[in-house]
């Protein structure tokens, strides 16, 4: 199994509205990464988890809180958000967060958001 | 990546043809490379990488080229078919132990095969 499954494939919220992305990876990773993706451009990374720990947070706006409740699963909860930060929110995990061991990330196919 | 602006680098080849992309990375401490494919509505999908004590791997069809002198990275798909039809990706990953891998990603050139 290498695969990384994100829910729900496409969401719509009001900027009022609560609302929680899913990833869920079987693989035995110990690394999550929460990435934003804008079309025609490249993702970007927002968070990392290593070892169920936050070790990267690239200067995320707190309305985006990320959450790693166990090696599996990684949530992504949103609140109050503005018409800009609709995008493509890709999940990846990888094998070894730290070591020379590091290999490729592998992606799910991601949450189109849409903030109305 | 190499790109700047507003527009994605394009490569248009016939079907057949091979094809080159390239890449200019930021950071010289960057240990691994990757390339990665995306189809439009998809996710990232692993092609090939590539670690920094190297200068050549190849896979299936692809190739990968590392040169650290001027930081550059390049992808060569052999006998370009429509389902390459995508936008290609470098990422290169820093020596921050202790901070999971950083991935940071290139600007991406989108490829179109003609049949």
């Not at chain 1, 990773?29 to 070790?55: C, D, G, I, N, T």
């Not at chain 2, 439009?40 to 692993?46: H, M």
Request: a positive charge; proline letters at 6%; hydrophobic letters at 30%.
């Amino acid at each position: 199994d290498t695969e990384v499954t994100q829910t729900p494939k496409h969401l719509v919220m009001g900027m009022t509205n609560k609302k929680s992305l899913k990833c869920e990876q079987h693989m035995g990773h110990r690394a999550m990464y929460w990435y934003k993706q804008k079309a025609k451009k490249p993702p970007e990374l927002m968070f990392v988890y290593s070892y169920e720990k936050l070790s990267i947070n690239e200067s995320v706006p707190s309305r985006f809180s990320p959450e790693c409740p166990n090696s599996s699963l990684l949530n992504l909860h949103l609140h109050a958000l503005q018409p800009e930060d609709s995008a493509l929110y890709l999940c990846a995990s990888s094998q070894d967060p730290v070591g020379p061991g590091w290999t490729e990330a592998f992606f799910g196919q991601g949450t189109r958001l849409t903030v109305v | 990546g190499e790109s700047v602006g507003l527009h994605l680098p394009t490569l248009s080849v016939q079907e057949g043809d091979n094809s080159i992309i390239n890449c200019a990375y930021s950071n010289s401490a960057s240990d691994y490379f990757i390339w990665y494919k995306q189809e439009s509505g998809k996710g990232p999908q692993f092609i090939i990488d590539i670690r920094s004590n190297m200068d050549k791997r190849q896979g299936q069809r692809v190739t990968v080229l590392l040169n650290k002198t001027v930081k550059h990275l390049s992808l060569q798909i052999a006998a370009t078919q429509p389902g390459d039809s995508a936008v290609y990706f470098c990422a290169e990953k820093g020596k921050i132990y202790n901070q999971g891998g950083k991935l940071i990603f290139g600007q991406g050139t989108e490829l179109s095969v003609k049949p």
